[in-house]
């Protein structure tokens, strides 16, 4: 289903590295509601990742970029803005990474090099982004950035290990440049806490089999999956929601507001 939401609109696409990526789907979603974009991923990650299928089957260049690196947000904005012909509308950052949880370090034992290296890619990342955008001057007004998060911000889920600090900063930045975005540049910046999804960021979170199970069962509507995040990302993209700045939005088929289960009562009775 297609209805033209993104038509004349461009923008940047960060983090799709293979089909099971939730930035793979919304590129997808965005392509069918006419939108236009570049891909950007890491250099490391262009190689492992399948990221020129989806560039052909979208139509879209690919520009590597670390997001960790300046000079390659830099050369990334200012290209983008060539190749699709003007300002951009929509930017979306689709980027985790914790290198405690990848070699399996407990959070009461964190190597802080490791910390500092997930937290300039997860966190710092996004304020990067936004702050190479806004001296640029590469965003129209009334466009929109998106960045994906997790409830972890808020409440404590003990195996998201660092990323949970990761991702409070992230939603602060969203706050914090959303005011300046919003009042110099008429552009919204907000981001979406996404239910457990099956990614490789994702089911690389120890126990992460049993946990979407549990959310799953906690969820009235059920978990949300990377293609109903990609719906929801679309919306946010689109005309329809302008006044819309500066949240964290919860789209986890209402996992966060519920206490309890009938399923999960069940289980201890
Ligand atoms: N999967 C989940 O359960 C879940 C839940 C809530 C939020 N999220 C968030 O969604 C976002 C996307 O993750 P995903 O689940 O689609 O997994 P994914 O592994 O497909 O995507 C993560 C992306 O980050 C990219 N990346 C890592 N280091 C980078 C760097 N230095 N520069 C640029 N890109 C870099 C990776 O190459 C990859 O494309 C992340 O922010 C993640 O934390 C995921």
Not at 229 to 249: G, I, P
Request: hydrophobic residues 40%.
């Amino acid at each position: 289903m297609s209805y033209d939401l993104l038509k004349g609109k461009r923008g940047i696409i960060f983090g799709a590295l293979d089909e099971n990526s939730i930035a793979w789907k919304t590129a997808e979603r965005v392509h069918s509601e006419g939108g236009t974009f570049v891909l950007t991923n890491a250099p490391v990650a262009m190689r492992m990742g399948q990221i020129k299928t989806l560039a052909e089957q979208t139509g879209s260049e690919v520009i590597p970029a670390d997001a960790t690196n300046q000079e390659d947000l830099e050369n990334l904005v200012s290209r983008s803005v060539e190749i699709l012909g003007g300002k951009l509308d929509f930017v979306l950052h689709s980027i985790g990474m914790s290198i405690n949880v990848r070699k399996g370090r407990h959070y009461t034992d964190e190597k802080y090099d490791f910390t500092a290296k997930g937290w300039d890619i997860s966190a710092l990342s996004f304020h990067r982004v936004m702050q190479t955008l806004y001296k640029a001057d590469a965003m129209n007004e009334w466009g929109s950035i998106v960045a994906l998060t997790y409830m972890a911000a808020q409440r404590t889920f003990p195996d998201y290990n660092d990323m949970a600090d990761n991702k409070a900063y992230l939603e602060s930045v969203a706050r914090s440049f959303g005011y300046f975005f919003g009042k110099e540049k008429k552009v919204r910046v907000n981001t979406i806490s996404q239910s457990p999804t099956a990614t490789t960021a994702g089911s690389g979170v120890k126990g992460f089999d049993g946990f979407i199970s549990y959310a799953e069962k906690m969820s009235p509507l059920g978990n949300a999956s990377a293609q109903d995040c990609a719906d929801f990302t679309v919306s946010l993209f689109s005309d329809l929601t302008r006044k819309v700045t500066m949240q964290n939005l919860f789209h986890d088929g209402g996992f966060s507001n519920t206490g309890v289960s009938q399923e999960v009562i069940e289980k201890f009775e």
